[in-house]
Structure formats: structure tokens, C-alpha cells
């Protein structure tokens, strides 16, 4: 039920991983759909056994005992029936509890890879969220009672041969609506998807740049700018939901069509004698009980088009960022910085940004790196942390590439201050410990120390469990730079890179900054700092100049 063939994925993908090792639920949940249908049975038996038997013997004690079969039949089913929903329940958080990790991982790798907007990164946890919803929903219920429909076709063929070939000819009909509702929904379907996209993306940058668009006056023009993106996202939901809805309807219509036409032609059949009366109402209930797995179907195709497409490309993005090499864990570094070749672009670019740069770093060393703007200074040492992949090219520590290791365990030993400060919510320790849990409380004191911050902290009336809110809303910008380079210098990493650090500082904070530089080099780390203004890479040894990609000198 739930394999490759149904998600339209070639490969093998984590999402029917986790479905291949829920077979035991699923198959639960198989054998539950056959003892339902099975028990659907009986209103169509009961009916029949009221007209032929009841009716005819005036036996009260007779319908009684009917009636108690029927309401135990009908009672065991609900029951099985809830069942069944539980655990399709169960397999679709599984699903989603399974995955996720791994789609946050690769959502948290997606800037870095590619230039999408924050909008569309976030589109793999609702394809997530989409594939679990159908899965816990009504549409695999229709896909599991499919292969019973035989059961009532064998049931209203013996009532009569002719009644058979009626519900047959109105299965075929309905499947082939099913089947125009698959191709007609794709491209919709897709349509409306980006659209969302889109239209969610302004709004993203629209929130982000809250402060520009109110104080510049801009509010009117985004909210057009949204609205035009809004009326486009509507107009392709308006065109999925007229071609879901009009086959629904359709196949809703054809279906009371079919149930009248079952109950004239049985009629007839009555009048001439060849079934019973109670045959007539039983054979009208179970073709319409045969029809309605598909006619369920139908209706959730929308569910199954949305599930199957956010599938495809759930597996095609953790395909991309499951092709990590497995990592031998090597020591931390403690002797060299190397760039050889370096070639950087940005990420989802072919376009060069830093061309050729060759670097020699030792232990102790602090590189300054100046140029113009635009010279290709920040791309730089976004490769040197690993951040950005290069080109061309290859960036070593202790002469191994950065792939090597695990970047979770490499981060230890890398310290990074970016131009655009971005902290999280929670308390100044937090922030400061990289959110480690349980960190040494000491570790987070040295690291405000040294970036000359402890002092200002302390004077918090809350201290180190100060929260800072949504990206540090609580502090000022020094304050949010000075919390930074606190956490770039968190456990004493060996490589230190500071993106125009004291853009945002006083005189005071400049000093700090100076000290902190200082002090990486003298316990043998290795410090590289981008900056416009020379009080910053007053510590270092070592200068390099960028011009248009380039270290000219």
C-alpha cells in the first residue's frame, strides 16, 4: 500500500523506510479493513432476513434475535474501525517523528546550498507535515477497503448475475474518474504549491525588514506587492479546488445515479419474480458500499496528489544532503590553517567570488584580511569555516580538509563572529554556550571575559539568565555583538574568524576586541579577522589584501 509505486519515488527514500518498518501495524491494519468489510455485510443481510423471513412469518422473537446479531456486528466494526484510525494515526507521527530530524538537518544545510528564500526552506517540514496528515487521514482507509470491493461484487452477483454486471459498469466509471482526477490534479496542484511559496516569501521578507518598510513608508507597496502574489495563490487554489471539486461531485452524482438505477433494474427484476424483495434492498446497500472506497478515493485524491509530490521532493533533498562521507573522528586541530587553490561561489552560483587565494596559517598567527567592499573578503572565510563549498580548491586544518570531520564535532573548534549578528531566543548563557546542555558555568564567564562583556552582564538584573528574546531583541546592537564574539570565543576553539567585529562597537568594545584577538594567538590559536578599520587587526601579524576575488598582496 504505502511503497515506491505510491509516492512515485525511484529510490528507496527515509519516508518508506519508516513505512516498510511499520508492516506490522500496516498489516494489523489490513486484516482490520478485511473483518470490516466483512461485517459491512450485515445491514444488506439483516435487510434481507427482515423482508424474506420476518415480514413473511410475523416472528417477533425472530427479529429480535436479528437485531441483537446486527447490533454486536455493528458495534464490533465501530470498534475495529477505531482501531484501525489509531494506528494509521500512530504510523503517520511515526513517519513524521522518524524524518524530521533528518529534514531539519537538511533545511539547516539549505541556505548553504542553495539560494532559496526562508519561505521556501521551510517547504520540506509542511511536505512533512502533508505526507503525515494523509497518512493519518481518510485516503490509505479508501486504499485498504479497494481490494474488497470483489467481495460485494461476488455478494450482488449472486443475488442476481445482472445486478453484478450494473455495479461493475459504475466501478469502471468511477475508476476512470479517479484516474482524470490524477492527471487533471498534478499540474494544479503544483501551481498552487509554488504560488504559496511565493506569496509566502514576501510576507517572510516583509516581516524581517519590519523597520525599513514602517519607517520609510514602504507598508502600502509590500502590502500590494503581496496581494498580487496573494490573488495568484488564490486563483490556483481556486483552479485545483473547481478540478477536485468538479470530479467529486461527478463521481458524488454518478454514484446516487448508479444506487437509483440498482434499485429500479432490481425492482424489475421483483416484479418478474427472479430476486426477493429483500434481495432489491440488499443489493442496492452493497453496491453502494462497493462503490464508496472509490468514491472515498476521489475525494482524497487532492490529499494523495499533495502527499505524493511533497514525497518526491522530501527524497530528492535528503538525497542531496545524504552524501556525506563517513567521518573518521580525528583529533581536534592544533597546529595549521591551509587554502589551496580556493575557489568560492555562492551557494546554487557557478559564478567565482574568491579566485585562486592561497593561505599559510600557523598556530599563534593572526591573518587580518582587508579590501574594498565586494572584494570577496565575508566569501572567503565562509569557505575557510565550511560553511560555503568550495569550487575548486580545499581548506585544511592540521592538513586534513574539512570534511574529514563531523561538523558538529569540528564546531568545537571553531569560533565565528558574522557581520549580521543572529542570536536565538533564550537567556545570555544560552547564547554564549552555543546552547550546549549543561555547560560549564565557568566556560561561559571566561568567554564574556574575554570579549570584554562580563561587567555588563553581571549589571543585567536577571545576569547570565537575562533572556534576550526573538534574535536578541532585548540588547542593543553592541550589546548583540559583544554576546557574539562571546560565543565565538566559547571553549577556547583554535580557529577564530571575526567578520567585521566592531562595526557595531565603542571605543571600549573595540579594545576588547583587540584583547580577545591577542589572547587566541598567545594560547596558539590561530584568529582571522575581516575588517574596514584598522583597530581591529591592530593584534594580528599577518595582512592580506582582496581585490575583485583576489589576495593581490
Known amino acids: 500500500m504505502f511503497n515506491r509505486a505510491k509516492f512515485a519515488g525511484e529510490k528507496s527514500s527515509p519516508v518508506t523506510k519508516v513505512v516498510a518498518r511499520c508492516k506490522n501495524a500496516l498489516l494489523g491494519v489490513g486484516l482490520m479493513s478485511g473483518a470490516i468489510n466483512l461485517l459491512m455485510l450485515t445491514g444488506a443481510i439483516f435487510m434481507m432476513q427482515v423482508y424474506d423471513r420476518v415480514l413473511a412469518s410475523q416472528s417477533v422473537p425472530t427479529l429480535i434475535v436479528l437485531s441483537i446479531i446486527a447490533v454486536v456486528a455493528y458495534a464490533f466494526q465501530g470498534w475495529l474501525d477505531i482501531l484501525r484510525s489509531r494506528l494509521l494515526m500512530l504510523v503517520g507521527e511515526r513517519v513524521e517523528a522518524t524524518v ?13 546550498r542553495s539560494q532559496r528564500s526562508p519561505g521556501e526552506t ?26 474488497w470491493m470483489p467481495i460485494y461484487l461476488i455478494f450482488i452477483t449472486l443475488l442476481h448475475p445482472m445486478l453484478g454486471l450494473l455495479t461493475v459498469l459504475g466501478a469502471v466509471v468511477l475508476i476512470a474518474l479517479t484516474a482524470v482526477a490524477e492527471f487533471s490534479g498534478r499540474a494544479p496542484t503544483r501551481s498552487a504549491l509554488e504560488a504559496q511559496s511565493v506569496r509566502n516569501s514576501l510576507a517572510d521578507a516583509a516581516q524581517r525588514s519590519a523597520e525599513a518598510v514602517r519607517a520609510m513608508g514602504m507598508r502600502r507597496a509590500m502590502t500590494q506587492r503581496w496581494q ?19 470530479i467529486a461531485s461527478i463521481s458524488r452524482a454518478f454514484r446516487l445515479i448508479l444506487q437509483s438505477a440498482m434499485l429500479g433494474f432490481g425492482a424489475y ?4 419474480r427472479e430476486i426477493s424483495p429483500g434481495a432489491l434492498i440488499a443489493a442496492s446497500i452493497l453496491s453502494a458500499r462497493a462503490l464508496a472506497p472509490i468514491d472515498q478515493a476521489i475525494g482524497s485524491w487532492k490529499g494523495l496528489i499533495s502527499a505524493r509530490q511533497g514525497h518526491v521532493r522530501l527524497r530528492q533533498l535528503l538525497e542531496i544532503f545524504s552524501d556525506r562521507r563517513t567521518v573518521f573522528t580525528l583529533p581536534p586541530p592544533t597546529g595549521s590553517l591551509s587554502i589551496e587553490g580556493l575557489v568560492v561561489a555562492a551557494p546554487g552560483s557557478r559564478v567565482p567570488i574568491v579566485k585562486r587565494a592561497n593561505l599559510q596559517l600557523k598556530a599563534g598567527q593572526g591573518l587580518g584580511i582587508i579590501g574594498t567592499s565586494a572584494s570577496g573578503k565575508t566569501s572567503l572565510i565562509r569557505a575557510i569555516i565550511g560553511v560555503w563549498q568550495p569550487l575548486a580548491g580545499k581548506v585544511t586544518l592540521d592538513g586534513a580538509s574539512l570534511d574529514q570531520w563531523d561538523p558538529d564535532v569540528l564546531g568545537a573548534s571553531i569560533g565565528y563572529l558574522p557581520q549580521d549578528v543572529q542570536l536565538f531566543d533564550g537567556t545570555i548563557a544560552e547564547n554564549i554556550s552555543r546552547f550546549v546542555p549543561e555547560s560549564d558555568p565557568e566556560l561561559v564567564i571566561e568567554a564574556a571575559k574575554l570579549a570584554g562583556f562580563h561587567k555588563a552582564v553581571i549589571n543585567f538584573p536577571d545576569g547570565y539568565n537575562t533572556l534576550i528574546g526573538h534574535g536578541g531583541i532585548q540588547l542593543s546592537a553592541g550589546q548583540r555583538q559583544r554576546v557574539g564574539l562571546a560565543r565565538a570565543l566559547f571553549g577556547r576553539p583554535f580557529l577564530v574568524v571575526l567578520d567585521e567585529p566592531n562595526s557595531n562597537l565603542d571605543t571600549e ?26 583597530s581591529a587587526i591592530a593584534a594580528v601579524d599577518t595582512l592580506a589584501v582582496m581585490r575583485g576575488g583576489e589576495i593581490v598582496a
Open 269 to 272: 427484476l421483483a416484479i418478474r
Open 228 to 246: 498580487q502574489s496573494q490573488e495568484k495563490a488564490m486563483a490556483a487554489q481556486r483552479d485545483l479546488g473547481f478540478r477536485t471539486g468538479q
Open 100 to 112: 524530521a530530524p533528518q529534514v531539519h538537518a537538511a533545511v539547516l544545510e539549505l541556505p548553504l
Open 509 to 534: 568594545g573595540e579594545t576588547a576586541v583587540s584583547e580577545a584577538v591577542r589572547g587566541i594567538r598567545e594560547r596558539g590559536g590561530i584568529a582571522v579577522v575581516v575588517a574596514h578599520r584598522p
Open 122 to 147: 521551510l517547504q520540506p517540514f509542511r511536505d512533512l507535515e502533508t505526507i503525515r496528515s494523509f497518512i493519518s487521514g481518510p485516503g490509505p482507509v479508501a486504499l485498504f477497503d479497494l481490494p
